[in-house]
């Protein structure tokens, strides 16, 4: 661990090994909103690979960001990441409070050894929400330290308005006739029911069996398999490595359909107060043609409008079902890259994406709690 204090401004800037429980704090009141921000979400790919900067007010130890890092490409590179279980959410944590100016004494590599360490030449954040207020912050803040931001389009993500769901009726009598329609074939062979998990409920087994239907599933039999979440032993081992928390335990849920002794279908999804975010959705390639992927889907959304949520996020990618379901475009993603070195941004621009430009005046002079309240 370093500290590095700043005289003048009364920040303290700590570099320190792994993931501290400082991050469980933060996660509660970040500036992004994601209470799930915890340690064990930021550890889960890589548990001793991590290293975590902070950024505190000296005079009264508010602690105002925190930017966990793991080695990201080959090694002498010594390039850095922000990790996270689920990519479209891997953001660093920066507190409601914390200025453009704060954050950039953080990232300032001019600081001392260490900071740079934790960061290394270039870093990684994303995919991120791109009109997220922590993201905007946060490139306000790196550019004012001298790094050049690099950015690509990641995709738009597809949400679904629950609490317009919950007054018009959900499903509609269309889908309605479908899902009860899927049910009764179904029911001609054998017995179908739903299992829920979440919280205590959740073990290794449970893990498995979700990845087994994985490997019935198209993603298991017509491709290498890196796009699921549990077919494998270290495709699982993320997950149970953050389902070790129990705040996170409770955050992830599993809706699973059964047939019989069969489970065949399954819908993995993640609860952020009024949010929930469809995480991966599978069903067994044989049993498709009864619907069992859509049965699966509905129940989660129908369950999340019962529990009062107001949103479902569903991602990037396979809109078609997703247009069914009344999802709607919702925002962009972005994935940026930041790079110390001139001479090299203007090189990995070529591959990555080009240069943000710098940050308005009023993006540096204006707290996120500021320009939430106008």
Not at 28 to 33: C, E, I, V
Not at 52 to 81: C, N, Q, S, V, W
Not at 304 to 324: C, F, H, N, P, W
Request: with cysteine.
């Amino acid at each position: 661990m370093y500290e590095s204090r700043i005289a003048a401004d009364r920040l303290t800037v700590t570099a320190v090994e792994g993931f501290p429980p400082e991050i469980d704090a933060l996660a509660a009141r970040n500036l992004a909103g994601h209470s799930f921000l915890r340690a064990a979400w930021y550890a889960a790919p890589a548990p001793k690979a991590g290293r975590t900067l902070l950024l505190r007010r000296e005079a009264d130890g508010a602690l105002l960001a925190a930017i966990p890092t793991i080695p990201f490409g080959p090694a002498m590179a010594r390039a850095r990441k922000v990790p996270g279980s689920y990519w479209p959410l891997r953001s660093p944590l920066i507190a409601p409070d914390c200025t453009a100016v704060e954050l950039a004494h953080a990232l300032d590599r001019r600081l001392n050894r260490e900071v740079a360490r934790s960061l290394g030449p270039v870093w990684r954040v994303g995919p991120a929400r791109a009109d997220g207020p922590a993201t905007t912050l946060l490139i306000a803040a790196a550019q004012l330290a001298g790094w050049s931001v690099l950015a690509r389009p990641a995709g738009t993500s597809w949400v679904i308005d629950l609490a317009a769901a919950r007054t018009r009726g959900w499903p509609s009598a269309a889908s309605a006739r479908k899902l009860r329609a899927a049910w009764r074939k179904l029911e001609a062979l054998g017995t179908p029911r739903w299992r829920h998990v979440r919280g205590a409920e959740w073990n290794s087994g449970v893990l498995e069996n979700l990845g087994r239907i994985e490997a019935q599933s198209w993603i298991g039999q017509t491709t290498d398999g890196s796009g699921a979440k549990f077919m494998t032993p270290a495709q699982r081992a993320v997950w149970q490595n953050a389902l070790g928390d129990p705040v996170l335990a409770e955050n992830l849920s599993a809706t699973i359909l059964l047939l019989d002794d069969r489970q065949v279908a399954f819908s993995f999804d993640l609860d952020d107060g009024a949010v929930q975010y469809g995480i991966a959705g599978s069903y067994a390639d044989d049993l498709k043609h009864l619907g069992i992927g859509r049965l699966a889907n509905y129940r989660a959304v129908a369950d999340a409008i019962a529990e009062g949520q107001s949103v479902m996020d569903l991602g990037v990618g396979d809109t078609g079902y997703k247009r069914m379901m009344g999802a709607v475009a919702g925002y962009d993603m972005v994935d940026l890259l930041f790079v110390h070195s001139g001479t090299a941004a203007a090189l990995l621009a070529k591959a990555w994406g080009p240069a943000l430009p710098a940050p308005s005046p009023a993006t540096l002079a204006i707290t996120p709690e500021q320009a939430a309240h106008g």
